[in-house]
Nanobody
Framework: QVQLVESGGGLVQAGGSLRLSCEASGRTTSSYAMGWFRQAPGKEREFVAVISWNGATTNYDDSVKGRFTISRGNAKNTVHLQMNSLKPEDTAVYYC?????????????????WGQGTQVTVSS
Protein backbone atom coordinates (compact mmCIF):
# COMPACT_ATOMS: atom_id res chain seq x y z
CA GLN A 1 0.00 0.00 0.00
CA VAL A 2 0.98 3.59 -0.60
CA GLN A 3 -0.06 6.52 1.53
CA LEU A 4 0.02 10.02 0.04
CA VAL A 5 -0.10 13.19 2.11
CA GLU A 6 -0.46 16.62 0.51
CA SER A 7 0.61 19.91 2.07
CA GLY A 8 1.08 23.53 1.11
CA GLY A 9 -2.44 24.61 0.33
CA GLY A 10 -3.92 27.83 1.61
CA LEU A 11 -5.44 31.19 0.78
CA VAL A 12 -3.66 33.47 -1.68
CA GLN A 13 -4.56 36.54 -3.68
CA ALA A 14 -4.88 36.41 -7.44
CA GLY A 15 -1.45 36.64 -9.05
CA GLY A 16 0.22 34.99 -6.08
CA SER A 17 2.02 31.69 -5.76
CA LEU A 18 1.77 28.48 -3.77
CA ARG A 19 3.88 25.33 -3.68
CA LEU A 20 2.11 22.06 -3.03
CA SER A 21 3.98 19.00 -1.87
CA CYS A 22 3.02 15.35 -1.75
CA GLU A 23 4.94 12.82 0.30
CA ALA A 24 4.52 9.12 -0.28
CA SER A 25 5.08 6.44 2.32
CA GLY A 26 4.65 2.71 2.43
CA ARG A 27 5.61 0.93 -0.76
CA THR A 28 8.24 2.82 -2.72
CA THR A 29 6.87 5.09 -5.43
CA SER A 30 10.19 5.78 -7.13
CA SER A 31 9.03 3.80 -10.18
CA TYR A 32 5.53 5.31 -10.21
CA ALA A 33 4.21 8.18 -12.25
CA MET A 34 2.74 10.90 -10.05
CA GLY A 35 -0.05 13.30 -10.85
CA TRP A 36 -2.00 16.24 -9.50
CA PHE A 37 -5.73 16.61 -9.94
CA ARG A 38 -8.19 19.16 -8.60
CA GLN A 39 -11.87 19.37 -7.83
CA ALA A 40 -13.82 22.57 -7.45
CA PRO A 41 -17.22 22.69 -5.71
CA GLY A 42 -19.93 21.23 -7.91
CA LYS A 43 -17.47 20.08 -10.55
CA GLU A 44 -15.83 16.81 -11.46
CA ARG A 45 -12.24 16.03 -10.56
CA GLU A 46 -9.95 17.23 -13.35
CA PHE A 47 -6.38 16.62 -14.43
CA VAL A 48 -3.77 19.27 -13.63
CA ALA A 49 -0.29 17.83 -14.19
CA VAL A 50 1.65 14.57 -14.29
CA ILE A 51 5.29 13.52 -14.13
CA SER A 52 6.86 10.23 -15.19
CA TRP A 53 8.73 7.96 -12.81
CA ASN A 54 12.12 9.49 -13.58
CA GLY A 55 10.95 13.07 -14.04
CA ALA A 56 11.89 13.10 -17.71
CA THR A 57 8.36 13.62 -19.00
CA THR A 58 5.73 16.04 -17.79
CA ASN A 59 2.31 16.97 -19.05
CA TYR A 60 -0.06 19.77 -18.10
CA ASP A 61 -3.65 20.72 -18.68
CA ASP A 62 -3.88 23.69 -21.00
CA SER A 63 -5.47 25.79 -18.25
CA VAL A 64 -2.28 25.69 -16.15
CA LYS A 65 0.40 25.38 -18.80
CA GLY A 66 3.05 28.05 -18.34
CA ARG A 67 1.92 28.82 -14.79
CA PHE A 68 2.31 25.50 -12.94
CA THR A 69 5.39 23.28 -12.72
CA ILE A 70 5.44 19.70 -11.48
CA SER A 71 8.67 18.18 -10.19
CA ARG A 72 9.94 15.22 -8.20
CA GLY A 73 12.03 15.57 -5.08
CA ASN A 74 15.53 14.16 -4.84
CA ALA A 75 14.28 11.25 -2.77
CA LYS A 76 11.75 10.42 -5.51
CA ASN A 77 9.07 9.79 -2.87
CA THR A 78 7.95 13.41 -3.06
CA VAL A 79 6.35 15.42 -5.79
CA HIS A 80 5.78 19.16 -5.90
CA LEU A 81 3.48 21.48 -7.77
CA GLN A 82 4.70 25.04 -8.05
CA MET A 83 1.74 27.26 -8.85
CA ASN A 84 2.39 30.81 -10.06
CA SER A 85 0.12 33.55 -11.36
CA LEU A 86 -2.81 31.98 -9.58
CA LYS A 87 -6.32 32.85 -10.67
CA PRO A 88 -9.64 32.60 -8.81
CA GLU A 89 -10.63 29.75 -11.13
CA ASP A 90 -7.73 27.71 -9.71
CA THR A 91 -9.65 27.47 -6.44
CA ALA A 92 -10.20 23.79 -5.67
CA VAL A 93 -9.14 20.87 -3.54
CA TYR A 94 -5.90 19.57 -5.01
CA TYR A 95 -5.17 15.85 -4.91
CA CYS A 96 -1.93 13.98 -5.35
CA UNK A 97 -2.14 10.59 -7.06
CA UNK A 98 0.25 7.72 -7.77
CA UNK A 99 0.08 5.39 -10.74
CA UNK A 100 1.84 2.02 -10.66
CA UNK A 101 3.29 2.58 -14.11
CA UNK A 102 6.35 4.46 -15.29
CA UNK A 103 4.40 6.73 -17.61
CA UNK A 104 1.72 9.14 -16.57
CA UNK A 105 -1.91 9.52 -17.53
CA UNK A 106 -4.43 12.35 -17.61
CA UNK A 107 -7.27 10.03 -16.57
CA UNK A 108 -8.05 9.78 -12.87
CA UNK A 109 -9.18 6.16 -13.23
CA UNK A 110 -5.63 5.16 -14.18
CA UNK A 111 -4.27 6.04 -10.74
CA UNK A 112 -3.99 3.51 -7.95
CA UNK A 113 -3.49 5.69 -4.87
CA TRP A 114 -4.85 9.07 -3.79
CA GLY A 115 -4.16 11.57 -1.05
CA GLN A 116 -6.81 13.28 1.04
CA GLY A 117 -6.41 16.59 -0.75
CA THR A 118 -5.37 20.11 0.21
CA GLN A 119 -7.52 23.20 -0.25
CA VAL A 120 -6.29 26.02 -2.48
CA THR A 121 -8.32 29.22 -2.43
CA VAL A 122 -7.47 32.16 -4.69
CA SER A 123 -9.20 35.43 -3.90
CA SER A 124 -9.84 38.09 -6.51
Amino acid sequence: QVQLVESGGGLVQAGGSLRLSCEASGRTTSSYAMGWFRQAPGKEREFVAVISWNGATTNYDDSVKGRFTISRGNAKNTVHLQMNSLKPEDTAVYYCAARAFASGSTRSRDYNYWGQGTQVTVSS
